[in-house]
């Protein structure tokens, strides 16, 4: 696969099985209960936008309680994708890097789990992107990877296997490109949250301790696996 765009069109958003493909390698469905109580605080973080633009939304756009969500992304397939499962709404194809709107012409914009599948030298233009046309606030989920040490050295032990796996399997998990940069990096733009602590192996490993973890884990954003970049035009 030599292309995000490509993987997206051909592959991440077909479905198997009733799921969509990137949904199934990407995502496990243990810890639902921690996921959703996750992905409502960042609802409520976000409000009742005006206007909320999603950006790279994929198949299943966020379900924010915006007046009026503009969902883009490149991949035809998910903009297809996303007009079924969210009929209402505005849907546009579009690339991150060069969004097709005016300065300041959204209340405010999200992007969940895509800057680090763009070109590691092309992830600030992006970021410089979704701060151009919003007024008001963006907020970014990222992946920190390799910069996530403790979590890296938490899930070690499923790492290996999975890695074990990879090499005797190489279709168990499928190549889209990523590049994480570091929470450092981040921070030039913007104040850092913890959208979650865990990625999906600590997820699995530390199933029982996730009710102790969603109480603990906004005082460690600069450990979190996946940061929330927070831009606040106005303050
Ligand atoms: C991992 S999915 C995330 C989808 C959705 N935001 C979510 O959280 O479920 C990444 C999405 O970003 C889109 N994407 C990647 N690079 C993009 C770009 N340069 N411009 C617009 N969309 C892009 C892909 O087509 C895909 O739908």
Known sequence: MNSVKEYYDKIGWKKQKGKYVDTLTFTSDKGAKYKKAVNERLREMIGESDSLLDIACGA??????AKKQICIDFSITAIKEAKQNRPYGLFVLGDITNIPLKDNSVTDTISLHTIYHIDKDKQSRAIEEIRR??????YVIYNAGKHATLVNILTLPLQLWN???KRINTNSKRK???YAHDYKWLEKYGRLETYTLLNENGIKLYSVLL????KIEKHFPRHAYHPLLIIDKKG
């Open 163 to 165: 890695w074990s796996e």
């Open 211 to 214: 009710g102790l973890i969603a």
């Open 176 to 178: 889209v490109y990523f």
């Open 60 to 65: 299943v756009p966020f379900n924010s309680k």
């Open 133 to 138: 046309v919003s007024q008001r606030k963006c």
